[in-house]
Each structure stands twice: as C-alpha cells, then as structure tokens.
Nanobody, 114 residues
C-alpha cells in the first residue's frame, strides 16, 4: 500500500526556519513527482511546491518562492521542504502528496508561526 508520512512540523517564531520531511513507501518512489500542500485554519488547500522524479524540475507558489525549497532523496524514498523566513501566514497543516493511479496524501504535519 502507498504510504506517505510527514514529520518535522512545530512551533516557531516569525523569521525562523523548519525542515519538513515526508517518508514514502509502497511504490516506485523515484518514478513520480511529489508535491507539498498546506491548509491554513478555516481555509482551503493551497499548493506549495512540486518536484519531478529526477529533481530536474521544481516549481513554487508565489507566496513561498524564495523562502521555501523542495528537495528529494530517491535513495531514501524521502521528500523534504525547507521553510525559511517563516511568516505568520505560513501557519497551517502541511501535506505531501503524489499521483500514481490515484492521488495519495499523508496525514500532515502542523506548522505554527507566531
């Protein structure tokens, strides 16, 4: 079964940094693009960043461009999101996701910026 498990969230002051991780299992990880999404309290899901299987293509939402960095380690079946210069508006639940035959999401990791 496909499983995605996020970790690394926490509480941080504005201007601080966090590194989120996503552990993937149950499929050929290096074949598929991966993405990060987030959901702020009371708001809809927002796409944050995407990376292709070989890390040759990355794209970011305008709201995080220049502050967040997506990366992956195919040898470890791992996805990362480095969050720098955090703002209060970055608060939310962060999810990793991929699309194989269906869409798959993790359970999320909470980021709180104060």
């Amino acid at each position: 079964d496909v499983q995605l498990v996020e970790s690394g969230g926490g509480s941080v002051q504005a201007g601080g940094s966090l590194r989120l991780s996503c552990a993937a299992s149950g499929y050929t990880y290096s074949t598929y693009p991966m993405g990060w999404f987030r959901q702020a309290p009371g708001k809809g899901v927002e796409w944050v960043a995407v990376i292709d299987g070989g890390s040759s293509y990355r794209e970011y939402a305008d709201s995080v461009k220049g502050r967040f960095t997506i990366s992956r380690d195919n040898a470890k079946n791992a996805l990362y999101l480095q969050l720098n210069s955090l703002k209060i508006d970055d608060t939310g639940m962060y999810f990793c996701a991929t699309v194989i035959t269906d869409g798959y999401w993790g359970q999320g990791t909470q980021v709180t910026v104060s």
